[in-house]
């Protein structure tokens, strides 16, 4: 539980906390990826990433969605366990998966305001595992790809009518990559994986935790790679599957009356990331130096 909360309070807080000494305001950000040998700074939560990579538009068993709104940067190991992932998924069967967001070209803030995806160490993966497609399409037409969620509106199960025997096939696929520190899906998703995974096969079952909504996207989230020592990683998850009284605690909020919060005039924090991402952030890319 503790460890619960104290995500919580990362995701949900941290851009009111995130004031201390060591930060700054997040400067313009320079277009294009950093220039420079991959090197995490932050995290978890507000930081930033040089020498990214992007994920390509489509490649074996995957393509890149929501182009327009979305964005495809992350540290190399991320870009490559994110291609294997396509190539696994595509021996195992499953149609072509849409990828949405990983981070910026340099990390920082996504558009939203994202407090993770900031570090070229998330991706969202879409859980369709129904529709077939294309490994290649137009962008206007991957713009409009919105897979429906796998969740009961009443929010205490997934509905059973979408759900397959795919979707735990595409997960432990997702939860076994190279690199992969845990899997955030919606708690029903969890519940449910809970029940069906066979007794022989649940040891990848504890990276994945429930998380608020999640119903049509897992977040994958990836440890620092080696060699960043500026890269904080999240604090490790409990030992167990997580199938016990930590999973019953989100069901068991759903019966709580909602939590009355008094009005607020307080203007929105502006976005900080710590002080080392302001060169980072900024630098000017070898082509805009003029070279060739
Ligand atoms: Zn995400």
């Known amino acids: 539980m503790r460890t619960i909360l104290a995500l919580l309070a990362w995701l949900v807080a941290a ?23 991959a090197r995490i700074v932050g995290g978890p939560g507000p930081g930033c990433i040089a020498g990214a990579e992007r994920l390509p538009e489509s490649g074996p068993g995957f393509m890149t969605v929501r ?23 595509q021996a195992a ?10 981070s910026g070209p340099r990390g920082g803030p996504l558009v939203g305001g994202h407090v993770s995806h900031q570090l070229g160490l998330d991706a969202d993966v879409y ?12 962008a206007a037409s991957r713009d409009a790809m919105d897979p429906p969620g796998l969740v009961r509106p009443d ?20 939860a076994t990559l ?12 969890k519940q449910q994986l809970c029940r069906e995974v066979p007794a022989n096969d649940r040891e990848w079952l504890r990276r994945i935790r429930p998380w608020f909504q999640h119903a049509a996207h897992m977040h994958i989230h990836f440890r620092c ?38 009005p607020t005039t307080a203007k929105p924090s502006r976005p900080m990331v710590p002080a080392a991402c302001g060169p980072i952030l900024t630098a000017a890319t070898a082509s805009s130096r003029g070279r060739p």
């Not at 327009?68 to 696994?88: M, N, Q, Y």
């Not at 859980?127 to 497609?133: G, H, K, M, Y």
């Not at 190279?178 to 998703?189: K, Q």
């Open 127 to 138: 859980l369709d595992v129904v529709t077939p497609r294309p490994e290649r399409a137009a």
């Open 155 to 174: 929010q205490r199960g997934v509905d059973m009518a979408r759900w397959r025997p795919q979707h735990i096939t595409l997960m432990k696929l997702a």
């Open 93 to 102: 069967g499953l149609p072509v998966l849409l990828m949405n967001d990983i």
């Open 225 to 262: 790679p080696a060699g960043n020592p500026e890269c904080g990683d999240l604090p490790p998850i409990p030992p167990g599957e997580g199938c016990d009284a930590s999973l019953q605690w989100w069901f068991d909020r759903l019966d709580q009356p909602p939590e009355k919060k008094p």
């Open 67 to 89: 182009e327009s709104r979305s964005s495809f940067w992350g540290h190399p190991e991320v870009i490559t366990a994110l291609k294997l992932l396509g190539t696994r998924a």
């Open 15 to 37: 851009p009111a906390l995130a004031q201390p000494a060591g930060m700054i305001p997040v400067p313009p950000i320079a277009p294009g990826p950093a220039p420079g040998p």
């Open 178 to 189: 190279p690199g992969v520190d845990r899997v955030l899906v919606n708690a029903a998703i």
